[in-house]
């Protein structure tokens, strides 16, 4: 079974300051992964994915994340925080299918704030 | 292009009463998903459509769901006899091909239900 833990249900930041969500999955296959963004009364938004080619893995607003299979982590980082970044940020596995696409598994998502 | 639409935005209902959610895909998807994100958690799969027929409808928690696609475009999510514990925010995606696949889910801004 499939399964993602977001290891901070909060992370506030200064404007400016590097960003760090962390995520932790399980997967009896190889995974696919995913980062979505949703801001107040708008829907879900793909940031990035790994689907098994490049392990750093470059998405949309300057956010990236890296799949380690040893730590089986795949943790989102963008190097300086915007005030339009604040949103809840959703780590999600997908592999029921050895990789390809099955139904998607969330977290429980992290609130990133951003202070000016 | 449009993206993935539904209505209504907001249904507000008693308990007991049934209520129908309607999801407009994007043009061209063969895969659709129905989620459910109740307040503070992450979306949870409900079911899977390719073309008319539900391919995975493991999600659905019990016979008072039930959704049809029958023209293989538009969805409608049907819930009996409601509950409180019915209240969430549901969302619906679509994709390119589905299952087997690497494409991405799109998702629409949901129908937040609450039963009263």
Known sequence: AQSVTQLDSHVSVSEGTPVLLRCNYSSSYSPSLFWYVQHPNKGLQLLLKYTSAATLVKGINGFEAEFKKSETSFHLTKPSAHMSDAAEYFCVVSGAYGGSQGNLIFGKGTKLSVKP | ?116
């Open chain 2, 1 to 116: 292009g449009a993206g993935v639409s539904q209505t209504p935005s907001n249904k507000v209902t008693e308990k007991g009463k049934y209520v129908e959610l309607r999801c407009d895909p994007i043009s061209g998807h063969t895969a659709l998903y129905w989620y459910r994100q109740s307040l503070g958690q992450g979306p949870e799969f409900l079911i899977y459509f390719q073309g008319t027929g539900a391919a995975d409808d493991s999600g659905l928690p019990n016979d008072r769901f039930f959704a049809v696609r029958p023209e293989g475009s538009v969805s409608t999510l049907k819930i009996q006899r409601t509950e409180r514990g019915d209240s969430a925010v549901y969302l619906c995606a679509s994709s390119l091909l589905g299952r087997g696949n690497t494409d991405t889910q799109y998702f629409g801004p949901g129908t937040r239900l609450t039963v009263l």
